[in-house]
Nanobody, 134 residues
């Protein structure tokens, strides 16, 4: 299992960035995917959590309150890439961003409960720096 986040950079407040998480070695149907971030001097925190496949109905994505309406997760199954589209960026979004994954349990009901703690994610890729500043 491997992940590699990319696409970070420096933008002004109100700007946009799209992060990409290139993955290999696992199936989106069987693994939860999380985006996390860590600002200097702060603990790593969640940004979004996407479930593994749920009984053939696709997956669900939850966003933390601070990014709702501004960040969107999408996925390209052909290239095994997960994207985090970030819009209306704020200085407080400045952080190193990581994508992570962990294997889901087998039952549909259990897959509805998507892990939210960094400790629950087994595999991590290197982060990418996002800086929002005027």
């Amino acid at each position: 299992v491997q992940l590699q986040a990319s696409g970070g950079g420096s933008v002004q407040p109100g700007g946009s960035l799209r992060l990409a998480c290139a993955t290999s070695g696992f199936s989106f149907d069987d693994y939860h995917i999380g985006w996390f971030r860590q600002a200097p001097g702060k603990e790593r925190e969640g940004v979004s959590y996407t479930s593994a496949g749920i009984g053939g109905s696709g997956s669900i994505t939850h966003y933390v309150e601070s990014v709702k309406g501004r960040f969107t997760v999408s996925r390209d199954d052909a290239t095994n890439t997960v994207y985090l589209q970030m819009s209306n960026l704020k200085p407080e979004d400045t952080a190193v961003y990581y994508c992570a994954t962990t294997e889901a349990a087998t039952t549909v009901m259990s897959r509805l409960v998507v892990p939210t703690s960094p400790d629950e994610y087994k595999y991590w890729g290197p982060g990418t720096q996002v800086t929002v500043s005027s």
